[in-house]
């Protein structure tokens, strides 16, 4: 369920697999995306094993409507009753207060500065790189105290740059933006590498302690991919602060 778990100084920070939900072929097991195609009170119940797994209130986790754009919210409570907001990232300074981003091959991104007690979760795909997600959660984040030399970020699976052909003006078009997500697939052709932009954005930006999942989704039969599949769930990548 939990496939990757990494905690530092009071901030925790989780992945998840496709197993140990509820859900039916072809969102099996644990989908926790809400807008896929999912019986949706099976979605309820993997947020909620998903969450009381890692020891949280399944009703004070902050989840995204994601768009593939730059928007961030900053938020101190869930959302409640309120329409989730079409943001890609979502930013507090509310501890105990989970964020969430779900994912399905693009890169799933967690930032805390443990002693300020801000964190953020972010959704860079593709098109989030270009339009610059990531950055915009860093500023977000020092608007509220936070200091690039102490955030912690950890970046969940992805699909690799190995696997992620796209055209080449493509490829063009996102590496004039980020040079570092310039790849080649193993089989010659142009690439994407969204993890290594991701990467690069954050090291620029004095973001140092960082840590990427190994885990390509599109290779992972434990994962759920989009570019594999199609119809598919959604992991879920989440951060709080103690």
Same mark, same amino acid.
């Given at each position: 369920?939990?496939?990757?778990?990494?905690?530092?100084?009071?901030?925790?920070?989780?992945?998840?697999?496709?197993?140990?939900?509820?859900?039916?072929?072809?969102?099996?097991?644990?989908?926790?995306?809400?807008?896929?195609?999912?019986?949706?009170?099976?979605?309820?119940?993997?947020?909620?094993?998903?969450?009381?797994?890692?020891?949280?209130?399944?009703?004070?986790?902050?989840?995204?409507?994601?768009?593939?754009?730059?928007?961030?919210?900053?938020?101190?409570?869930?959302?409640?009753?309120?329409?989730?907001?079409?943001?890609?990232?979502?930013?507090?300074?509310?501890?105990?207060?989970?964020?969430?981003?779900?994912?399905?091959?693009?890169?799933?991104?967690?930032?805390?500065?443990? =002693?300020? +007690?801000?964190?953020?979760?972010?959704?860079?795909?593709?098109?989030?790189? #270009? /339009?610059? %997600?990531? *950055? $915009? &959660?860093?500023?977000?984040?020092?608007?509220?105290?936070?200091?690039?030399?102490?955030?912690?970020?950890?970046?969940?699976?992805? =699909?690799? +740059?190995?696997?992620?052909?796209?055209?080449?003006?493509?490829?063009?078009? #996102? /590496?004039? %933006?980020? *040079? $570092? &997500?310039?790849?080649?697939?193993?089989?010659?052709?142009?690439?994407?590498?969204?993890?290594?932009?991701?990467?690069?954005?954050?090291?620029?930006?004095?973001?140092?302690?960082?840590?990427?999942?190994?885990?390509?989704?599109?290779?992972?039969?434990?994962?759920?991919?989009?570019?594999?599949?199609?119809?598919?769930?959604?992991?879920?990548?989440?951060?709080?602060?103690?």
């Amino acid at each position: 369920m939990i496939g990757q778990r990494d905690s530092v100084s009071g901030a925790h920070f989780a992945f998840t697999d496709r197993w140990g939900g509820v859900s039916a072929a072809p969102y099996e097991e644990l989908n926790l995306g809400g807008a896929v195609g999912d019986d949706p009170e099976a979605v309820t119940t993997n947020r909620e094993l998903a969450a009381k797994s890692l020891g949280l209130d399944p009703a004070r986790v902050v989840w995204m409507n994601q768009v593939h754009g730059a928007d961030v919210a900053v938020v101190s409570e869930p959302w409640g009753k309120q329409p989730v907001p079409r943001v890609d990232a979502v930013v507090t300074a509310e501890r105990g207060l989970a964020l969430a981003v779900l994912t399905a091959d693009c890169t799933p991104v967690l930032l805390a500065d443990p =002693v300020a +007690g801000i964190a953020a979760a972010a959704h860079a795909g593709r098109p989030g790189v #270009v /339009a610059g %997600v990531v *950055p $915009a &959660a860093l500023r977000a984040m020092t608007e509220l105290g936070a200091d690039p030399a102490r955030i912690v970020a950890r970046t969940g699976p992805a =699909v690799c +740059g190995r696997c992620y052909e796209v055209p080449e003006e493509m490829r063009a078009e #996102v /590496a004039a %933006v980020e *040079p $570092a &997500a310039h790849a080649e697939t193993s089989w010659g052709t142009p690439a994407v590498d969204v993890s290594a932009g991701v990467h690069a954005q954050l090291d620029r930006l004095g973001v140092h302690d960082r840590r990427q999942s190994p885990v390509c989704t599109l290779e992972s039969g434990d994962h759920f991919s989009y570019r594999r599949d199609r119809a598919t769930g959604r992991l879920a990548g989440y951060v709080w602060l103690d």
